[in-house]
């Protein structure tokens, strides 16, 4: 949570816009299943906000397979780094 | 996008203000995102507010070969913002060919009124291969389009529903590279031809969302991103969706008769470069010579084919009359003509004051109007006074503003009739027959001198089209505003219980197609009119009469004892209010906003009329 805020900002944002859920408890380990309204509809539009917002594109392998968001946000970290 | 103006208006229940600023925030947003946000905001303050948005109930069942839940509440929005109240049934991944040729599938059971179908090329179940001959090439292409227009065939037998059917994008890569251009199996090369002839074979309820063009005009890299087909089975990628979207509610606004008809257009700046009042005919840029002459003229032709498809051009200049005309009589780069305009204000007047004064000199609402001008502050003071007008956001750059109006699809059709193709002279024949009754004192006399003759028949196959498009575009001479597919107009035609008539006029003026079209259902002794509207070009040229006494002649033949007159009322339909009663109907009571009116056969009789029946 102490790294990457502006990406926890943004997600935060994301999230409201598509699922609506304004005040989310948003931790490292929390998964798409702890929150509601995160299926694989609303996973898909989140993955492609994500990309527009930040301005890269996932591969095709990690549009499904990522475990939790700490894990997304590291990722996006690192694609925005160019560290991938 | 604002979403914010859009939710305001919508709280404070101003529905037809929230949907004309919804429209203008579509029209112009791609931001997927975006849109799935404002329709969730929405269906959070309200769940049936896309529902409420629209005004025309309408049932959209969505099937196709793709995972369709994502393209869903776009498309809510985008029919929303086109007025109608679209109930939207969302079909599984590539449940297509069952859900239409199932008799008790879902999608039966929905009872549509139309089915949107989204395929790509991944649906196509056979491909050629490099031995095959044209003679087998030509049999592959017969069999893939069998194998998509036959079960629209058995849904829309079974339901009556419209079918929007798009074609294929081309593919990502090329195989055969650029040889692909001679060799007709070549995948790219068979697509072309594929779409082709889906295109062509496409009966008169399939409708084609030309996908291929709208990938192209996008761009297939942009259109299709692999990766969600691999992950999600999405066909077109999420910044293409919004595009789709709007396509798609074009095409349904064609069908059930929302398309504009007129394009009111400013001059200065607009149709030329400069200002012809201070510039002069010399100084104003238009034509060859100068890049943005040229550009103008391009933006005058793009005009002058829209014309030519059907669409009424006006004028509205803020300028003193005989300059504005200089141009079309004096510079001879001109592609638009004076008579290519039905109308033509230029003074000083407010703007929305003479776009209200042009929509009611041609007798159509202020909904059919799209209103062209260069000048932002225009823009805002017609937007301002008149909500249902469309504006589209012109930018200070003329090579811009065909592609500008042309992306707002403000004048889908679904088909062309012959009365499209003419219909800027029939607008000229009615005003000078204006021009003839202003000075005539006894209006029996003007009628006489018009020379009337018409043919009164049922709905007849070739005039379907017409029928349809007049029974779907009529808002004023219209006793019940009934919106009808041409499905269900086609069942009506070959339903006994029913009594088809249309009226096709001609005067000394010129012929006037078909004018009038009427619908009854007799059951036992009476016979209910269900539906009875006429153009307003027609208005107080006595055809009411003449149907009238048609009317009656074929009540007495089926030997009904009472015919019963329907009428709703509507902001638009009050010329038509007291109808029945002129004719001779007496007031039969009110119930649920439908006025009703009787006939005892008996005691109808024969109206004056000015028009004799039987030949053209």
């Known amino acids: 949570m102490n790294t990457h805020p502006e990406i926890w900002n943004k997600l935060r944002e994301i999230l409201a816009d598509i699922l609506g859920v304004e005040d989310i408890d948003l931790q490292p380990e929390t998964t798409a299943k702890n929150i509601p309204g995160w299926d694989s509809i609303s996973h898909i539009q989140i993955m492609i906000s994500i990309e527009k917002a930040f301005s890269f594109r996932f591969r095709t392998g990690e549009l499904s397979q990522l475990e939790n968001v700490g894990q997304l946000v590291e990722r996006i970290g690192r694609r925005v780094a160019g560290n991938e | ?616």
């Open chain 2, 1 to 616: 996008m604002n979403k914010g103006e859009v939710m305001e208006l919508f709280k404070r229940g101003e529905l037809g203000a929230a949907r004309a600023k919804l429209s203008a925030e579509l029209q112009v947003c791609d931001d997927y995102r975006a849109w799935l946000a404002l329709a969730r905001e929405l269906k959070t303050m309200d769940s049936n507010a896309l529902l409420a948005l629209g005004t025309i109930p309408s049932r959209v069942a969505l099937l196709g070969g793709a995972t369709l839940e994502m393209i869903a509440d776009p498309l809510r929005l985008a029919l929303a913002a086109a007025g109608f109240a679209a109930e939207l049934l969302v079909t599984g991944y590539n449940q297509f060919l069952f859900e239409m040729l199932n008799a008790e599938s879902q999608t039966v059971l929905f009872a549509p009124q139309l089915a949107i179908l989204v395929l790509s090329p991944y649906n196509i179940p056979e491909w050629p291969s490099p031995q095959d001959d044209r003679a087998k090439l030509e049999e592959i292409i017969e069999r893939n389009c069998a194998f998509f227009l036959d079960p629209c065939r058995v849904l829309h037998d079974r339901t009556g529903c419209d079918i929007i059917l798009n074609n294929f994008h081309p593919l990502p890569v090329r195989s055969w590279g650029n040889l692909s251009a001679k060799l007709a199996f070549a995948p790219e090369n068979f697509l072309l031809r594929l779409n082709l002839a889906v295109g062509e074979r496409a009966p008169s309820y399939v409708h084609i969302n030309d996908v291929a063009g709208l990938s192209n005009q996008m761009g297939l890299d942009r259109w299709f991103d692999s990766r969600y087909w691999y992950v999600a089975k999405q066909p077109i990628a999420y910044g293409c969706l919004a595009e789709y979207a709007r396509n798609t509610a074009s095409i349904v606004s064609a069908l059930l008769g929302r398309s504009r008809k007129c394009l009111i257009v400013d001059l200065d700046n607009t149709l030329w470069g400069g200002v012809i009042g201070d510039d002069g005919i010399e100084g104003i840029e238009l034509g060859e010579g100068s890049p943005v002459g040229e550009a103008y003229k391009a933006f005058q032709t793009y005009l002058l084919e829209l014309k030519r498809r059907g669409v009424l051009l006006a004028v509205c200049s803020k300028n003193d009359p005989a300059v504005a005309e200089l141009p079309f009589s004096q510079h001879p780069e001109m592609v638009l003509k004076r008579e290519d305009f039905v109308a033509f204000r230029a003074n000083w007047l407010p703007k929305s004051e003479n776009v209200r004064a042009i929509a009611s000199e041609l007798g159509i609402g202020l909904d059919a109007c799209v209103f062209v001008d260069d000048n932002p502050a225009e823009r805002a003071e017609v937007g301002q006074a008149i909500l249902e007008i469309a504006i589209p956001e012109m930018s200070d750059e003329p090579a811009e503003y065909p592609r500008i109006l042309d992306s707002g699809r403000y004048f889908e059709i679904v088909s062309l009739t012959a009365e499209d193709r003419r219909r800027t002279e029939t607008y000229h024949q009615r005003q000078t027959a204006t021009e003839i009754r202003a000075s005539a004192t006894d209006l029996s006399a003007y009628l006489r001198s018009l020379q009337m003759r018409a043919i009164v028949r049922p709905f007849e196959e070739i005039y379907m089209d017409r029928i349809v498009q007049l029974n779907n575009k009529t808002n004023q001479f219209n006793l019940t505003t009934h919106r009808l597919t041409a499905s269900q107009m086609r069942c009506m035609a070959s339903d006994p219980t029913y009594v088809t008539l249309t009226v096709r006029l001609q005067d000394r003026f010129g012929d006037l197609g078909l004018v009038s079209v009427f619908y009854a259902k007799v059951e036992g002794s009476t016979m209910t009119i269900e539906g009875w509207l006429m153009s307003c070009r027609v208005l107080n040229r006595s055809v009411e009469q003449l149907l009238a006494n048609e009317v009656v002649k074929v009540a007495r033949e089926r030997h009904v004892a009472e015919i019963v007159g329907v009428y709703i009322p509507t902001e638009r339909n009050g010329m038509v209010k007291s109808l029945y009663l002129d004719l001779g109907f007496m007031p039969s009571g009110e119930k649920d906003d439908h006025v009703y009116w009787r006939l005892p056969v008996e005691e109808a009789k024969t109206c004056e009329t000015f028009i004799e029946t039987g030949g053209l």
